[in-house]
């Protein structure tokens, strides 16, 4: 059974802050995903991996980085956070194996910056 | 990058109705259209998918169908149930594995 992780459900940060956001899962994924989830736009990527220390950017990487030195481990980072960066936030891996595209979610994280 | 848009935003049928969600993307050289269920505070969920290759898949109640050419994909679920009440996403995954979701249908199952 595919199990994604984050750090936390929910957190509240104040504007300024550089916060970290952290998925681990536990299959040997070799992609990973992060996204932002607000009403009425649906899921936006910010950024995805295919490998350890590769990333693309997503549609909305601006204000965010991420870091993966280890396969299992996906981190954003949101250098300066801002109050329009108050969204849910979610961590999604798949396999790189075209047998299988599926993508597994992690719970969410709720973010709050005042 | 890839556009998929999604039809319509919310949508309400009367239980045992079928229901029916469009999707539209913009890139050809996408490969993999998925749908996802979303129930209220819980993460999304696969419920089926269709590869390029295929025009149509079933399982049980749901549906989706595929048209290259026009490049749309639906999702068909007929004997609607209450516990079919979620947000549903269409995505569509480019071949460099990148995976773009549309906005959502908010679908109400009414008893």
């Known amino acids: 059974d595919v199990k994604v992780t984050q750090s936390s459900r929910y957190l509240v940060k104040r504007t300024g802050e550089k916060v970290f956001l952290e998925c681990v899962q536990d299959m040997d994924h070799e992609n990973m995903f992060w996204y932002r989830q607000d009403p009425g736009l649906g899921l936006r990527l910010i950024y995805f991996s295919y490998d350890v220390k590769m990333k693309e950017k997503g549609d909305i990487p601006e204000g965010y980085s991420v870091s993966r030195e280890k396969k299992e481990r996906f981190s954003l980072i949101l250098e300066s956070a801002s109050t329009n960066q108050t969204s849910m936030y979610l961590c999604?891996?798949?396999?790189?194996?075209?047998?299988?595209?599926?993508?597994?979610f992690g719970p969410g994280t709720r973010l709050t910056v005042t | 990058g890839e556009n998929v848009e999604q039809h319509p935003s919310t949508l309400s049928v009367q239980e045992g109705d079928s229901a029916v969600i469009k999707c539209t993307y913009s890139d050809s050289a996408s490969n993999y259209f998925p749908w996802y269920k979303q129930e209220l505070g819980k993460r999304p969920q696969l419920i089926i998918d269709i590869r390029s290759n295929v025009g149509e898949k079933k399982d049980q109640r749901i549906a989706v169908t595929l048209n290259k050419t026009a490049k749309h994909f639906s999702l068909h679920i007929t004997e609607t149930q209450p516990e079919d009440s979620a947000v549903y996403f269409c995505?569509?995954?480019?071949?460099?594995?990148?995976?773009?979701f549309g906005a959502g249908t908010r679908l109400t199952v009414k008893p």
């Open positions: 999604a891996s798949s396999l790189g194996d075209r047998a299988s595209y599926e993508q597994y």
């Open positions: 995505a569509a995954r480019h071949y460099n594995n990148d995976m773009r």
